[in-house]
């Protein structure tokens, strides 16, 4: 007999008070009763919500469940885009393909960043990071963290390694943070792709003309149209602006509320990747994701029908107890294999070893740096991003004693 | 008990290079993994790496 589950409701997005790490409350609740529940989408739509870790993990690695963005229904409003289907991902928009198209995308990249490629990259970053923490020494004491350090790190490394000349990559980070914010209209996140896109576009086609030692460059000799490549290099880029960008900060904020936590990361490397997986874990801040039933799927006792949207609450099923030992503590000495913040099946990560490499430089580098360091202004004035895709703060006022 | 690879659904993501690196490794081409040794034996670290691949790549042997 399945077990009636409660009528179902939107997704709540809300973060409790003064707990800017933590995920909604209700959704807490719902993990531990119903760990898959009935939700309703912004079109009316009524599917399932997964916020247990275990289910969470299934559905990620079902195929039965797909990407594609066509069927995909969005989990919260969003400002200026219709209530209608969306249109399907252009090609090289792999991320939102399934087999066969997704993996023929993903063999070709795989090779080019894999754990000792990424490794490889190492003493770049130990570079690009001791420059940005000099410039920050330099301005300061009293510096926003973000601007001075969390972004430019790993936008740095990704335009060195796309090799996209990186002179204004605080434009490119505004526009595609853009398109990660809830708030922005669908003029504004369509203004945003298209800048992005004939930029690259223009860069494509450059880098035909006259191939150059980089990702990119060597795209190009690949059997790939313009378009595909355009679009795999908007993905890339993306991908590498928004995201390790916001675990930097985002890592630093969670740091300061728990400073007894920041020896840790002095303990040597074995440590100190522990202590990455454990923040990645704690603060999963791609917390939501989508899929959507291509047949018929029985799952935890319940059936879902084909065409069914199932939105998976990662940053909830991080945070399950069933499997991790009090999930609400930040613990740089636990073990979180398991965690689900890079994603879990086929779609897991491609750029994970390379966030891996950047986090485990940049954060020791920073406190080891400024062992004073600290927030400028009390918790609650730190502006967090309540309403983006991905978890973040716009703005870390920091400061330090100087010696 | 030890486990078998299967390719055929590798994504080469890595992630059991991080959890078992004397096990496991990736080829420079195409990201999938190989195993250093030839054959996959039963220890923690490969258990934690079956737990942490996120495509089933890594399997119990029958
Ligand atoms: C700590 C930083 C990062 C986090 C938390 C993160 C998170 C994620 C997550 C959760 C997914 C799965 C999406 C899904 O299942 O639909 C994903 C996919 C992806 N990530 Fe990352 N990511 C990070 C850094 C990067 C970097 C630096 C790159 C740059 C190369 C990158 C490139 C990608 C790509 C291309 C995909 C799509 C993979 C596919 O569909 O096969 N990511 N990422």
């Known amino acids: 007999m399945p077990e009636s589950l409660p009528a179902p409701a939107p997704l709540s997005t809300a973060r409790p008070r003064g707990c800017p790490f933590d995920p909604p409350a209700e959704l807490g609740a719902l993990r531990d009763r119903h760990p898959l529940s009935r939700m309703s989408y912004p079109d009316g739509h009524v599917g399932w919500l997964v916020t247990g870790h275990a289910l969470a993990r299934a559905v990620a690695a079902d195929r039965r469940f ?169 993905l890339l880029l993306g991908a590498g602006l928004d995201t390790t960008a916001n675990m930097i900060a985002l890592g630093a904020f969670a740091l300061f509320t728990a400073p007894e936590q920041i020896a840790a990361l002095s303990e040597g490397p074995e440590a100190v990747d522990r202590a990455v997986e454990e923040l990645l874990r704690y603060l999963t801040i791609a917390h939501t994701g989508v899929r959507t039933a291509l047949e018929d799927v029985e799952l935890g006792g319940h059936l879902i029908r084909a065409g069914d949207s199932v939105t998976i609450s990662a940053l909830a099923a991080d945070r399950d107890p069933a499997k991790f030992t009090d999930p609400d503590v930040l ?73 | 008990m030890g486990f078998e690879i299967d390719r055929t659904v590798c994504i080469g993501a890595g992630t059991c290079v991080i959890k078992a690196p004397a096990v496991f490794a990736q080829d420079p081409d195409d990201g999938l993994v190989v195993p250093v040794g030839g054959g996959v034996p039963d220890s923690p670290e490969v258990r934690r790496a079956a737990e942490a691949c996120p495509s089933g790549a890594i399997v119990p042997a029958p």
């Not at chain 1, 035909?208 to 149209?225: H, K, M, N, Q």
């Not at chain 1, 490499?357 to 920073?366: D, S």
């Not at chain 1, 730190?382 to 004693?401: K, Q």
């Open chain 1, 66 to 234: 797909s990407s594609r963005q066509e069927l995909m229904r969005l989990p919260t409003p969003r400002n200026g885009v219709p209530a209608g289907p969306l249109p399907p991902a252009p090609p090289g928009m792999f991320v939102s393909h399934d087999a066969p198209e997704h993996t023929r995308y993903r063999r070709l990249l795989a090779g080019r960043f894999t754990v000792r490629r990424m490794r490889a990259l190492t003493e770049r970053v130990e570079q690009i990071t001791a420059e940005r923490l000099d410039a920050m020494e330099g301005e300061g004491p009293g510096v926003d963290l973000v601007v001075a350090f969390a972004q430019p790190v790993p936008a740095l490394m990704i335009c060195e390694l796309l090799g996209v000349p990186s002179g204004d990559h605080g434009h490119f980070q505004r526009l595609v943070s853009s398109t990660n914010d809830q708030n922005a209209s669908l003029e504004e996140v369509g203004a945003a792709m298209a800048e992005l896109g004939g930029f690259l576009h223009g860069l494509v086609l450059a880098k035909r003309a006259s191939p150059t030692d980089d990702l990119l460059g060597e795209l190009v000799g690949e059997d790939l149209t313009d378009e595909e490549l355009t679009n795999i290099a908007v």
């Open chain 1, 331 to 403: 613990d740089l000495r636990r073990d979180a294999t398991g965690h689900l913040a890079l994603g879990h099946g086929a779609h897991q990560c491609l750029g994970q070893q390379l966030a891996r490499v950047e986090l485990r430089v940049a954060l020791p580098a920073l406190f080891e740096r400024f062992p004073t360091l600290r927030p400028a202004v009390p918790a609650d004035e730190v502006a967090v991003r309540e309403d983006s895709d991905i978890h973040g703060v716009y703005s870390l006022p920091v400061t330090w004693d100087e010696v």
